[in-house]
């Protein structure tokens, strides 16, 4: 039956991707509320259910949607999600922020991969992968489901658009700048971004890995049920707008069989739709036992928007 759906943070780059989202694949929606703060209240918004005006936020009309789709900061996740969510009359809340990616019971989903789990679990709150983990798996689940996993590295090449539509302003307003002989400033990256490779995202943590960096092990041992899986991972961002890209090697449990590793790919439900996969090859290091390939996707769908929809295509 319909849903009465509602999206949180409508005017960030990933709820205005979710809006768009659920229009584009005719979800049904029997209402469309959209969510964000007070300052945006009252602007009128496009979606597939015609033009709507964005709502203030607040606990009481999030409730009396079915489905609540969260693109906001984590702060604000843990704040509001569980309050959302819990009990009697709680809506189904998809969360795009890491607050609750780690938590036991709140399972983290990628749902080409693992939305059984999630339906088993019968959860109210599910938390969206970070976009670097989740273009990574979709290639990576179906190999392992063919030759199995014993250890990851990965490198990512990560479009602005991860840091939101200030992000990719910066990175734009920053071309322009640098093209017209002027320099660039920043305030959302770590340094200048325009024709620059930067190996810093997220906070550095003890272990000197970064915060996203980290993510990519942490949830990928969730999302693939393989708690103890070696993943190394060094992630960079770099001057493109919106597709994160990815060189990833693996050893694998069983040898490599080169014809069986493109069909399991070209079988993969969403490999080249949102996820491309290319250059897979058996490499050097782990003779047989080993492959090396490049991904690449559109990090604001399969990143977040696409992602969160089809979760609750496979869940609600
Ligand atoms: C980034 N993965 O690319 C982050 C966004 N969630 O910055």
């Given amino acids: ?9 409508v005017t960030g780059a990933v709820g205005q991707e979710i809006v768009a989202v659920l ?14 703060s007070a300052r945006s209240a009252g ?6 259910s015609g033009t709507l005006q964005i709502e203030e936020f607040s606990l009481a009309a999030a409730r009396e949607c079915d489905i609540v789709f969260l693109a906001v900061s984590g702060d604000f996740a843990l704040e509001w999600a569980e309050k959302i969510s819990e009990g009697e009359g709680g809506a189904l809340v998809i969360d795009n922020s890491s607050a609750f990616r780690y938590k036991d019971g709140v399972p983290l989903v990628v749902p080409e991969i693992n939305a059984e789990a999630a339906r088993r679990a019968k ?3 599910i938390a969206n992968p970070n976009c670097t983990t989740a273009i990574a798996l979709m290639a990576l689940a179906p190999l392992h489901e063919q030759f199995g996993t014993r250890r990851v590295i990965m490198s990512t090449y990560q479009a602005a ?21 002027g320099s660039a400033s920043n305030e959302v990256f770590a340094h200048p971004l325009p024709f620059n490779v930067i190996p810093h995202i997220d906070k550095f943590l003890d272990d000197k890995y970064t915060k996203e960096e ?11 049920d393989l708690p ?34 493109y069909a399991a790919l070209n079988a993969a439900p969403g490999v080249t739709y949102d996820v491309e996969v290319g250059r897979v090859r058996k490499n050097d290091v782990f003779g047989d036992n080993g492959l090396d390939l490049f991904v690449c996707g559109d990090q604001l769908l399969r990143g977040a928007a696409l992602n969160a ?3 609750a295509e496979a869940v609600a």
């Fill in 123 to 125: 959860a109210k709150l």
């Fill in 161 to 181: 658009s991860g840091a939101g539509a200030p992000g990719m302003a910066e990175l734009e307003e920053g071309t322009k700048a640098m093209a017209n002989g």
């Fill in 23 to 36: 229009g584009e694949r005719g979800f049904p929606v029997s209402e469309l509320r959209l969510f964000a």
């Fill in 228 to 261: 103890d899986l070696p993943v190394s991972c060094t992630c960079v961002r770099i001057p493109t707008l919106r597709a994160h890209a990815e060189a990833i090697t693996i050893e694998t449990e069983k040898p490599v069989d080169l014809d069986k590793a």
């Fill in 309 to 311: 929809v089809l979760i």
């Fill in 214 to 224: 980290r993510k990519v092990t942490w949830e990928t041992r969730k999302i693939m």
């Fill in 1 to 9: 039956a319909p849903k009465k759906v509602g999206v949180v943070g």
């Fill in 43 to 48: 602007q009128p918004m496009e979606t597939g």
